[in-house]
């Protein structure tokens, strides 16, 4: 058997192991190390040491049930030592509830049949007579030309339930599945709440007693989901629940509260420090490689850590807190830990009113936009115009991005946000170019988030946003920051579609990122915004903003691609510009942004000038 995929299976903990040392050796069916003559110390007797910490029996067997490898978490689920299961001992089947046979073998005779994985419950019959509902996951493995060879499973104990399996389904009857988890056998949110209860119904009685809660969120693992498929994901979490499980004591419990989010609660410990110690201690296990399939996974978490019980009475205040660490946790990147407190409290409670005052926005309509235009350099002919959002609150005024983006963002509202002025944006500069007869060419240029690409039908979104305006794709500019561009492929291959759909292209604060000409000579951009900053120092005689703005035109014209000067505010700027050959520019010097009926107006009044 493949030790990777196995040691994934039983929990995870040797992986770190395996990654640190070649070795492929198979280990001994009690899990020690395979030769005795071993020197004590040696990298043998650390991967003895790490298969005692792995909670539950991890096991291979034959078809016929016979146990050919197995952890020492053997004697804690069966009452057998796992030598005694490998040597001539019962076989797993042996150990069923004679009642459970029958769902057994045909969950068992599904993954023959099947190839795929199954999870079931049932009444394991221990040595010494006792019955213990146990939660089983089973793989098939050596499949070849001639089907299934061998099983690989991991078992672990459920606790003493009196819940009778469900015959139909082989999964946990209605009172079972209430508390734990189908999937991973973790308890569900409502076990971990009663727990929380008790524990703070006793540190009422006893002050001193201390206990933490951990909130774990899984770091982009929705793209899991997406590249490997649903089956793929429930196996990782599988994997991942038993990591979790490893790295805390048999008095601690883990849940699984949604989706990837899980919890963990460690009763008496000494101190928060105790409870740091974990929250590192799962940063790093997670970290590890996850095998999937031989698929090597990364994946990070964002932890959240409350201490208690501080002053908290109810279950869902413990629960809130260490979701809101966590939340923190993920803004400032993820794959780390955050520790709850007042602070945090109030910036989160502060970020959830925005939040709301945001959703109430889209529904009554409060968003603006102004457009600023975009001027040809020297003519100063307008070419187009860039769709800037504004936010007319009820009673903070009108709001600048910088004021709400953010939380926009992280709520994911910015979404929903985009495709609003994506909408208004396309229908006000199809009217423009109806109205103006030299105004053909005239397009908006509109600011697109990163989070907006991840949409699956984007492309046809924006064919049908274009095909309602009725404005010709050439009429739209989607404007991207650079550093989206360096960190998502993704981003790149729907750039490279809305090129083709007739969509112009640019690159927003160029100059802020690392982009290089290699990379920028293999997207589809025609255009590169010089961020205002760099605008700003070439007056006041900056060498530096001077030489950035030299390059990127010099590498623009070798790149055919267009350079457009941000925030140009003095005639000196405008002026520099066109000897260093920017193409474009926009900014107050030329003119401020206006609502949609006074850049009507404005064009109106261009146009009956020229006919004067």
């Known amino acids: ?81 796992a030598s005694d299961l490998v040597q001539g001992g019962p076989r797993l089947d042996d150990l069923v509830h004679p009642k459970d046979r029958p769902e057994v073998g045909r969950q068992l005779a599904t993954v023959i049949g099947s190839g795929k994985p199954v999870h079931f419950t049932y009444r394991l019959l221990a040595a010494d007579g006792t019955a213990r509902r146990v939660w089983e996951t089973v793989w098939p493995c050596a499949c070849g030309p001639g089907g299934v060879q061998k099983l ?65 969120d899984l770091d982009n693992f929705r793209s899991v989901n997406e590249h490997h498929g649903r089956e793929y994901a429930d196996r990782f979490l599988e994997i991942t629940a038993r990591r979790l499980e490893a790295c805390v004591r048999v008095e601690d419990t883990v849940a699984r509260l949604v989706d990837d989010q899980f919890a963990v609660l460690l009763t008496e410990i000494n101190g928060v420090e105790a409870a740091v110690r974990v929250a590192r201690r799962i940063s790093e296990l997670l970290n590890l490689p996850l095998f999937v399939d031989h ?58 009113l925005l939040e709301n005052d945001l959703r109430e926005a889209l529904r009554r309509r409060q968003f603006e936009l102004l457009y600023q235009p975009i001027v040809g350099l020297p003519c ?42 994506l909408r208004q944006a396309c229908s006000h500069v ?92 293999k997207l589809p951009i025609r255009t590169l915004k010089v961020d205002r900053s760099f605008v700003a120092g070439i007056e006041q005689g900056e060498d530096e903003a001077t030489a950035l703005i030299r390059t990127v035109v010099s590498m623009a014209q070798g790149l055919t691609m267009e350079v457009v000067g941000e925030g140009v505010e003095h ?18 010097f030329f003119a401020r942004p206006g609502t949609a009926d006074q850049i009507t107006a404005m064009l109106a009044s261009a146009v009956s000038a020229a006919a004067g």
């Open 380 to 421: 100063g002919k307008i070419e187009g115009f860039e769709a800037l959002l504004r936010w007319r609150h009820p009673e903070r005024g009108l709001l600048r991005p910088e004021e709400f983006l953010q939380s926009a963002i992280e709520s994911g509202l910015i979404v929903p946000i985009t495709w609003w002025i």
């Open 152 to 216: 690989e499973g991991f078992i672990t104990t459920l606790g003493e339930e009196n819940e009778k399996p469900d015959r139909g389904t082989g999964q946990p009857a209605l009172g079972l599945s209430v508390l734990h988890d189908p999937l991973t056998g973790l308890s569900r949110g409502a076990l971990l709440g009663d727990r929380l209860e008790q524990l703070l119904h006793r540190s009422n009685r006893r002050p001193q007693s201390a206990f933490a809660l951990l909130h774990i």
């Open 571 to 588: 005639a000196e700027q405008a002026a520099r510009l066109m000897e260093l050959g920017c193409t474009s520019a926009q900014g107050y």
């Open 430 to 521: 199809a009217n423009w170019r109806a109205q103006c007869p030299a105004g053909d060419d005239l397009y908006v240029s509109v600011n697109m988030h990163g989070r907006q690409f991840e949409d699956t039908d984007f492309i046809e979104r924006i064919r049908d946003t274009l095909g309602r305006a009725d404005l010709a794709a050439q009429g739209l500019r989607i404007e991207v920051t650079e550093s989206a561009l360096m960190i998502d492929e993704e981003i790149t291959r729907t750039l490279r579609q809305l090129r083709t759909l007739g969509v112009q292209l640019a690159v927003d604060d160029f100059g802020t990122g690392h982009s290089s000409v290699a990379t920028l000579s």
């Open 295 to 352: 698929d090597p996974v990364r994946i990070t978490a964002s932890i959240g850590v409350v201490f208690g019980p501080a002053s908290y009475r109810r279950p869902k205040e413990l629960l809130r807190d260490a979701e809101t660490a966590m939340c923190r946790a993920k803004v400032h990147g993820g794959n780390s830990y955050e520790l709850f407190d007042r602070a945090t409290h109030d910036l989160a409670l502060t970020r959830l």
């Open 1 to 81: 058997m493949d030790p990777f995929r196995f040691f994934a299976v039983a929990g995870g903990l040797v992986i770190a192991w395996f990654r640190r040392h070649e070795s492929r050796e198979e280990f001994a069916a009690s899990g020690t190390p395979a030769s005795a003559a071993t020197p004590a110390g040696s990298h043998q007797d650390r991967r003895a040491r790490l298969l005692d910490r792995i909670p539950g029996l991890g096991y291979c067997c034959d078809l016929n049930r016979r146990v050919t490898e197995a952890t020492r978490g053997s004697l804690e689920v069966t009452g057998y030592h």
